[in-house]
């Protein structure tokens, strides 16, 4: 079962989780980029390198999947898109405290979040990227 096909706002656990793995996933890959492309002048500093990109991502993915989740229940709208701006702000949010910038905060509070919603608005209504033009 994937995140699509469960219920909005029904099982935070299960939909966190899963945020959190494929979040996960992509702090792996891009903290094995980041070390391709800067390598670290020990192995030492490649772990701490990756523990931090992908604990980052993890933390991003659990953000998002718990806000998005928890604002379906408060608002009881499931459907609503603003559900996923709320998600992807907090997570942007916590990228600017991570920072210490308020200005990074910002704009991906805003960028995450209208990313989100654009994601969410584009899955109801059967939005591609990608295949075989609809007749």
């Keep these: 079962m994937g995140y699509w096909d469960m219920e909005e706002g029904k099982d935070c656990v299960e939909k966190t989780w899963l945020t959190t793995k494929l979040a996960t ?3 792996l890959v891009g903290s094995a ?3 391709a492309a800067f390598r670290p002048d020990s192995a030492i500093q490649a772990v701490q390198r ?3 990109g992908t604990i980052a991502m993890a933390s991003l993915g659990a953000i998002f999947g718990i806000t998005t989740c928890l604002s379906a ?3 009881e709208a499931p459907d609503d898109p603003l559900n996923y701006f709320f998600g992807g702000c907090a997570s942007g949010i916590f990228l600017g405290v991570r920072t210490h ?3 990074t905060g910002t704009t991906a509070c805003v960028g995450l979040g209208v ?4 994601t969410k608005v584009g ?3 059967g939005w591609r990227i990608s295949g075989a033009p609809r007749l």
């Excluded at 990313?115 to 654009?118: M, S």
């Design 25 to 27: 996933a992509v702090g």
């Design 123 to 125: 899955k109801k209504e």
């Design 50 to 52: 990756t523990a931090s």
């Design 73 to 75: 229940q408060a608002r």
């Design 115 to 118: 990313l989100a919603a654009l």
């Design 101 to 103: 910038s308020y200005m």
């Design 33 to 35: 980029f980041h070390i």
